[in-house]
């Protein structure tokens, strides 16, 4: 017998879909997993900020360091080193270099990372693992090495040079001072910066050659493409984005660079000044410390380097849009 029951109508109201969507409540395991972590890093790095910040527009000094109230001075401080010849002197100085040590650095450590990826795995990480030994060294450390290797009483470099021939090289090598003017205090400062900098580089790139596919290679080989144009047509497109990385994180360091030269130019020598040197000779390096300078000086620094950072999150956007 047919089923002859009168069909059931649903009530009139919302029409929903097949699928049944259902708030989720927002999970806080996470946040507080990563709360103390945002904790450090606000307390010892973006409170220090503040306060540079801060004193920038003011005028601190041996009576404010013992209580008095700072005088607020506007943008007074920047004026004063804007107007200063030496500040120009200091920037150019950290300009050069940077782009020296930079240039330099990604070249070499580009190159290393290109042997290491044609040695076979057991040479590959043992010489990974031996010039990784450069960038775990100390930045002390590398300064003491270097002071010590271009030094003018004893120095190795000095007493390998005076032993090669005249015509060569010139004479008076055995008393030279690398450190007397900046053209060589900056030359040696460039070479510990690039040997401790280029295993990192290399090591980057050869990580970034593993996760290039091999057939791209074996049909650039088929086709004759040798290693100039199979590096800028299949290397390079495929690591760009790590390039990218290197270079801002290069720029950054070698722009920051303080400990190297400070040892081994120290506070006299302000010829060889570069930024950071400047900062902390204004702020520390006098018995009337000018704390407002310093911080004004550091502040434009950072701004500097916020500018490379924010070009750099450009370009990887764009990358990101044109994929």
């Known amino acids: 017998m047919l089923d002859t029951a009168p069909a059931v109508r649903k009530p009139p109201g919302r029409r929903t879909s097949g699928r049944v969507r259902l708030r989720r409540r927002p999970r806080l395991g996470p946040y507080l997993l990563i709360a103390p972590t945002v904790v450090v890093i606000a307390v010892l790095m973006f409170w220090p ?11 601190v000094g041996n009576r404010q360091l013992r209580g008095e109230p700072a005088e607020q001075v506007g943008t007074g401080n920047f004026e004063k080193i804007l107007d200063d010849p030496f500040f120009w002197q200091t920037l150019k100085h ?3 270099f940077a782009a020296v040590a930079v240039t330099l650095t ?6 290393v990372g290109l042997l290491l990826n044609r040695l076979g795995k057991r040479m590959s990480a043992f010489v990974a ?14 300064a003491i090495i270097f002071s010590w290797l271009f030094g003018s009483t004893g120095g190795l470099v000095n007493w390998s040079l005076d032993l090669l021939p005249d015509a060569l090289v010139g004479g008076g090598w055995n008393d030279h001072n690398w450190f007397a003017t900046p053209l060589s ?10 040997w401790q900098a280029c295993p990192f580089i290399a090591v980057s790139v050869l990580a970034g050659l593993k996760s290039v596919p091999g057939e791209l290679y074996e049909a650039a080989r088929v086709d004759g493409s040798g290693p100039w144009r199979t590096f800028w047509s299949i290397t390079y497109p495929m690591l760009k984005p790590i390039f990218l990385v290197l270079v801002v994180m290069s ?4 722009f920051k660079v303080f ?8 506070m006299a020598n302000r010829d060889a000044f570069n930024l950071s040197l400047y900062a902390y000779s204004e702020a520390f390096g006098s018995l009337n410390p000018k704390l407002g300078m310093g911080s004004a000086i550091a502040l434009v620094l950072t701004m500097i380097l916020l500018v490379v950072t924010a070009l750099y999150v450009r370009v990887m956007v764009r990358q990101g849009e044109t994929r």
């Not at 693992?129 to 590398?142: E, H, K, L, N, S």
């Open 129 to 142: 693992g031996g010039v990784m030994i450069a960038w775990a060294t100390p930045p002390v450390t590398a």
């Open 259 to 266: 400990t190297q030269l400070f040892i081994m130019s120290g």
């Open 185 to 194: 205090t900056y030359t040696v400062l460039t070479v510990c910066v690039v």
């Open 49 to 59: 900020m503040i306060q540079i910040g801060i004193m920038s527009f003011q005028k």
């Open 94 to 96: 950290t300009v050069l």
């Open 251 to 254: 720029i950054i360091w070698d």
């Open 106 to 111: 990604l070249v070499i450590g580009t190159l």
